[in-house]
């Protein structure tokens, strides 16, 4: 358990000649969290930082321009060049370079697009002609008669007699020139004067027409080898055009890549400045820095500007008036179980930091619910390839790997204690007891877990409310000293009731008990007595000491459920057992005396467990430190520590 990095903030005062200098190194450096100050600005003789908003939203338009392009032309961001890109550029130097690659990029890609309509066009008539590959009749003879109308098309065997039957009372000629899977090619025919009752009993019976541009002349047979004669031009054509498309990526990738990283430098240093305050002939910078790197941080800034004015003030936990951002810096072997306590939110600065604690925590609870070796062992194995990134499948679950090894590796200790090795209880000796056959002292003990649990939450809201100079809250309040001792002294009593053995005698355990609950009953008026409020009691003295009644019943509930809710690491621990023992059972229906299909369902059943179990595990020790032991001592809130810098950061 840590407190989140001390902060130290940084007020800086440089001459406009050197601003581009400063605000360079300060991205460098990336350990400036930048704070607006631009309202310090001076409203009038000296100026505005709203110029150089104005040029950020350009630079922005421009990278978003420059990345439509290597979007369109499949070129990766890459990684910023070695030299020459923090520069700021000019944004006329920008469009002599963009605009011709854009005109080329839309010509081609519109012929690209173009020639793709054309080729699934022809591919469409090459379809609806193909049935007709056999029947040599010339088209001609069935475009534009005098007398006749005709539908030629492709319609559902089963509608033929149907489509008969509805023209019964007009001539109509009706030939199926071919049918195949269900399907037929017909020629429908009749009189023009006709043709409106021809053309609703064809859309009745699903007839649809083959359609086909006018250019195409001849019989059946010869306009379907001339549309694939054009549908093997149109893709020479679009391969040309492909082609070209390759070229500019290859040319312009490296011009690109480097365009991009400067126009991205230059968008982060104008919103820089555009934060700065400005008076006449100065510029005026806040932000924080981490208080272990403040010297360096100030050295180097006065080998940039030797006039700069630097003033230091540092964030005193406990006497804060403003917000300070949060840096957690936990070692890396840690960061997974960081992005687990950030989840549910980020500490305060004046907060500790339950990393730490959540790393011991959470694979002990699910180590205790999921004991088994080998399974334990197969978990940590995926964990290790989780982190390994092996796998591009998986690359997006890399971040867990060392989460999921550390409950593997937890599980694989339990499971020594519990004595179970891919659900077999009878290759390993038990070092504690087997949860199946103790199911009392496995729940008694899960009962044990959680009140040292919240007991460490409790300690550590008394440790914030130290740290935040919350005497009321850490005398009297719920999760203060007066709610520690509560609780305390009614788990004294608990076990003097159960066991009789508890060293305090059970007078002063109930006195203790009285006075504490008491004190958070009452708490809110005697921290406002504490605090010097008035008045100190609000609404009535009548109304107050109900509302505080059904208060400390609140919290004596929340702590009771709050306890008993750490039994599920007992039930599930037996529950483990037993989907174990189900599937031994299924085993030997299956497959008895230990045969082909017996080994099968031993080993389907164990994946399935690791599977469907291991998740259902995951989540329950999720809930038992965010709703049973972070409730205790956890407000959240933070501010995120966003440092100033040129290459942008995934981690912290």
């Not at 969290?33 to 150089?52: I, K, M, P, R």
């Not at 027409?209 to 047979?221: C, D, I, R, V």
């Not at 055009?241 to 968008?267: I, K």
């Not at 809110?524 to 609000?538: D, N, T």
Request: glycine letters at 8%; charged letters at 15%.
């Amino acid at each position: 358990m840590f407190y989140p990095q001390a902060m130290t903030q940084i007020r800086l005062i440089i001459p406009a000649r050197d601003l581009l200098a400063v605000t360079r190194e300060l991205a460098d450096q990336g350990i400036y969290h930048q704070v607006d100050g631009s309202y310090l600005s001076a409203e009038h003789g000296g100026g505005s930082t709203s110029a150089w908003q104005e040029k950020a939203a350009v630079y922005a338009a421009w990278e978003r321009r420059v990345l439509a392009v290597m979007q369109a032309l499949d070129i990766e961001e890459g990684s910023p060049p070695s030299t020459g890109w923090t520069s700021m550029i000019e944004t006329d130097a920008v469009c002599p370079i963009v605009e011709p690659i854009e005109q080329e990029l839309h010509q081609a890609s519109e012929q690209m697009v173009n020639e793709q309509k054309k080729i699934e066009q022809l591919e469409s008539f090459l379809n609806q002609l193909e049935p007709l590959a056999d029947v040599d009749v010339d088209v001609n003879a069935l475009r534009h008669p005098q007398y006749l109308y005709s539908i030629l098309g492709i319609l559902p065997a089963a509608n033929i007699e149907r489509l008969k039957t509805s023209l019964a009372r007009i001539p109509f000629v009706f030939l199926t020139l071919r049918q195949e899977d269900q399907k037929a090619v017909a020629w429908l025919a009749g009189t023009k004067r006709n043709a409106e009752i021809l053309d609703r009993a064809a859309r009745s019976a699903y007839l649809n027409p083959l359609s086909l541009p006018e250019a195409y002349q001849g019989t059946w047979p010869e306009i379907i080898h001339t549309l694939r004669m054009d549908i093997e031009l149109a893709q020479e054509r679009l391969a040309k055009q492909r082609s070209a498309m390759t070229r500019l990526h290859q040319g312009q990738r490296q011009q690109l890549q480097t365009l991009l990283w400067c126009l991205r430098a230059s968008r982060i240093l104008a919103e820089a400045i555009g934060r700065f305050g400005r008076l006449h002939y100065t510029y005026l910078i806040v932000g924080w820095v981490p208080s272990s790197q403040v010297a360096g941080f100030a050295q180097r800034l006065r080998q940039v500007s030797q006039d700069m004015l630097i003033e230091t003030f540092a964030s005193k936990r406990g006497s804060l008036k403003q917000i300070v951002p949060v840096a957690l810096n936990n070692p890396k072997i840690l960061r997974p179980f960081q992005q687990l306590v950030t989840t549910y939110a980020r500490p305060l600065y004046e907060e500790v930091d339950p990393t730490f604690l959540t790393a011991l925590t959470f694979p002990f609870l699910f180590g205790a619910m999921f004991g088994d070796v080998g399974q334990g062992v197969l978990i940590a194995l995926l964990g290790a390839l989780l982190a390994s990134r092996k796998i591009q499948a998986l690359r997006s679950l890399a971040g867990l790997g060392e989460l999921v090894t550390a409950c593997g590796l937890a599980a694989t200790l339990f499971g020594f204690l519990y004595g179970s090795a891919f659900g077999f209880e009878n290759v390993l000796p038990a070092l504690w007891i087997r949860p199946m056959n103790n199911v009392p002292t496995s729940l008694a003990a899960a009962i044990g877990v959680g009140v040292v649990l919240l007991s460490i939450g409790l300690l550590i809201s008394v440790l914030n409310a130290w740290t935040k100079k919350d005497w009321g809250g850490l005398l009297f309040d719920a999760h203060g000293i007066a709610g520690l001792a509560l609780y305390w002294s009614l788990v004294g009593l608990a076990i003097e009731v159960m066991i009789g053995k508890f060293p305090i005698p059970p007078l002063v355990l109930a006195m203790l008990a009285i006075l504490a609950g008491l004190g958070v009953m009452f708490s809110e008026a005697l921290k406002r007595l504490i605090e010097r409020e008035q008045p100190v009691v609000e609404g009535g003295l009548g109304t107050y000491i109900v509302r505080s009644v059904f208060e400390l019943f609140e919290t004596l509930i929340s702590l009771l459920s709050n306890s008993i809710s750490y039994v599920r690491v007992g039930a599930f621990a037996v529950a483990h057992m037993g989907l174990s023992a189900v599937i031994f059972i299924l085993a030997e229906l299956i497959g008895p005396g230990q045969s082909a299909g017996y080994w099968i369902v031993i080993i389907v059943g164990n994946l399935f467990i690791i599977g469907f179990e291991g998740v259902i595990v995951g989540i329950q020790a999720m809930r038992l430190e965010y709703y049973e032991l972070f409730s205790k001592f956890f407000t959240g809130g933070g501010m995120r520590y966003e440092p100033l810098t040129l290459v942008p950061k995934v981690e912290e």
